[in-house]
C-alpha cells in the first residue's frame, strides 16, 4: 500500500457521493455532460482568500498568477476577488482583459517577450516585468516609436532562492530575471530613459510548505529591495514579493501556517527602511488560491487484475493532469489525494492502481492506494486539482481530447 496525499477540508458528503457547491458528484457529471471533468468551487476560492486576507498585512495587495488556471469563468471570479493579475504571456493578457480586468491591475512577466507582446502591454498600459537589459532595451524603443510612456519594472534574479521550495526560481545561473549586481544600472537606465518607473519583481520559488523558510525569504526580499533601490538612487513604487505559499499534495504535507506568516509581515511592515516605507507591496499566488479548489473527476471505463494486482482504468488521465500522474516537475512520483467520489467516506477495502486511458505506463493517477471497491461506472475523484491540471497538461497527447471544466 502507499499512502495517498490529505483531502483538502471543505468537502462535503451528500447521500454518500463526494459533493461540491451542494451538488453531488454524479449531479456535476451530469450537468457538464459527462467526464472527465474539473469542477472548482466558488465557495472554497472565497474562503481561502478571505482566510489568507484576514492573516496578511491589510497594505498587502494579493495578485492571482492566472497560469495556475485560467479557465474563464475561474478567472472572471478571481478578479472580483483580488488585488491584481500576474500574466506570463500576451495571450494571458489578452484573456484577461477580455475578461474584464484593467490593464493597470496587471503585470506581465515571462522571459521571452516578443516584440508584438512588448507592443501589446505598453499599448495597453500593463506593467512589463523586464527580465533582461535587452528587453528593457526593446520595449523603451517600442514605446519611443509609439510615444507611449511604459510602465516597467525589474524582474530580479535574486541571488538567493526560497528554502524548501518545490520548483528553485532564483540563486545562480536563470533565464528568469535581471541578475542582481546588474540592476541598479538597468533601474538608473529605465528612470533616465522617462519611463515610468513601477519597481521590482522578485519571485524565489514554489510551492514552499514551510512558514519559517517563507518568512527568512520575505526578509530577503525586503532587502533586497531596499539594497538595490539605494544602490540605483530610485525610489520603489510597487514592489512585487514574490509567492510560493504551497499546498499539500502528499501524505504527510502540513499546510503553510499563514497566520505566522502573517504576523512576521506585519512586523517588518512596521520597521521597513526608508526607501520602502511609501511602497506598495504585492504576493502573487497561483496554487495557494485556487489548487485545493478544484477536483478533477474521472470515470471508471474498466477493472481488471494484471499479475494479482487490481487496475481501475478510468477515462481520465495525464493529458488532463500531468501532475498528478507525477510527471510535471516532482522527482518521486507520489499519490495525490484520491476518493472513489459516488462511495465518498466509506470504508476502504482494496489495493488498487488507478490509471488513465493513455497508452503510456506514465499515465497513473494512484498506485497501489487503498480504496472503496469501485468498479465500471464508478466515478474516481483526484484532488488538489485547481491549479495547474487541464492548461498544465498534454490535452492533444494521444488523441483523447480535452476535459470538461465548470465553476460552481
Ligand atoms: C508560476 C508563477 C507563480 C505562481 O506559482 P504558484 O506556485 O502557483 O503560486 C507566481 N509567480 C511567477 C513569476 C510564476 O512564474
Redesign the pocket.
Known amino acids: 500500500m502507499k499512502p495517498t496525499g490529505p483531502i483538502p477540508p471543505g468537502f462535503a458528503t451528500i447521500a454518500g457521493e463526494l459533493a461540491v457547491g451542494g451538488l453531488t458528484a454524479s449531479a456535476l457529471v451530469e450537468e457538464a455532460g459527462g467526464t472527465p471533468l474539473f469542477v472548482y468551487s466558488r465557495d472554497m476560492i472565497l474562503a481561502r482568500i478571505s482566510a489568507l486576507r484576514a492573516a496578511m498585512p491589510a497594505r498587502l495587495k494579493i495578485h492571482y498568477?492566472m497560469?495556475?488556471n485560467p479557465y474563464r469563468d475561474l478567472l472572471g471570479f478571481m478578479l472580483e476577488l483580488v488585488d491584481g493579475l500576474?500574466v506570463?504571456s500576451q495571450g494571458e493578457l489578452a484573456k484577461a482583459i477580455a475578461t474584464g480586468t484593467t490593464p493597470d491591475k496587471v503585470s506581465f512577466?515571462?522571459p521571452g517577450k516578443r516584440d508584438e507582446e512588448l507592443r501589446f502591454a505598453i499599448h495597453l498600459g500593463a506593467t512589463l516585468n523586464l527580465e533582461s537589459a535587452n528587453e528593457a532595451e526593446r520595449a523603451l524603443r517600442i514605446a519611443g516609436e509609439a510615444g507611449i510612456m511604459p510602465r516597467l519594472a525589474i524582474?530580479v534574479n535574486p541571488d538567493f532562492e526560497m528554502r524548501g521550495s518545490?520548483?528553485k526560481?532564483g540563486g545562480g545561473a536563470k533565464p528568469?530575471g535581471v541578475d542582481a549586481a546588474e540592476v541598479p544600472a538597468l533601474a538608473r537606465r529605465i528612470v533616465d530613459a522617462g519611463a515610468e518607473w513601477r519597481g521590482f519583481?522578485i519571485?524565489t520559488g514554489?510551492?514552499a510548505l514551510d512558514a519559517d523558510a517563507v518568512i527568512e525569504t520575505q526578509g530577503n526580499v525586503l532587502e533586497l529591495a531596499a539594497r538595490l533601490a539605494g544602490e540605483a538612487g530610485v525610489d520603489v513604487p510597487h514592489l512585487n514579493m514574490?509567492?510560493?505559499?504551497?499546498i499539500p499534495y502528499f501524505d504527510k504535507d502540513q499546510p503553510l501556517d499563514i497566520a505566522r506568516v502573517g504576523a512576521a509581515l506585519d512586523a517588518r511592515f512596521a520597521s521597513l527602511p526608508p526607501v520602502l516605507q511609501d511602497t506598495e507591496f504585492a504576493i502573487?499566488?497561483?496554487?495557494?488560491?485556487v489548487?485545493e479548489a478544484g477536483i478533477y473527476l474521472a470515470r471508471v471505463v474498466d477493472r481488471k487484475v494484471s499479475y494479482g494486482v487490481t487496475y481501475l482504468v478510468t477515462d481520465g488521465g495525464l493529458h488532463h493532469q500531468l501532475a498528478a500522474s507525477g510527471n510535471f516537475g516532482t522527482v518521486v512520483r507520489r499519490n495525490y489525494p484520491v476518493a472513489v467520489a459516488n462511495r465518498f467516506g466509506a470504508e476502504p477495502e482494496e489495493e488498487v492502481n488507478v490509471v488513465g486511458c493513455l497508452c503510456t505506463p506514465l499515465d497513473r493517477l494512484a498506485d497501489a492506494a487503498l480504496l472503496p471497491r469501485a468498479d465500471v461506472g464508478d466515478l474516481i475523484a483526484v484532488f488538489c486539482a485547481g491549479?495547474?491540471g487541464a492548461s498544465a497538461s498534454p490535452a492533444e497527447f494521444l488523441g483523447q481530447g480535452p476535459a470538461r471544466e465548470m465553476l460552481v
Open positions: 498568477a497560469k495556475a500576474d506570463a512577466a515571462g524582474r518545490g520548483m526560481m528568469f519583481h519571485y514554489s510551492q514574490g509567492g510560493g505559499f504551497g502573487e499566488l497561483g496554487r495557494y488560491l489548487g491549479a495547474y
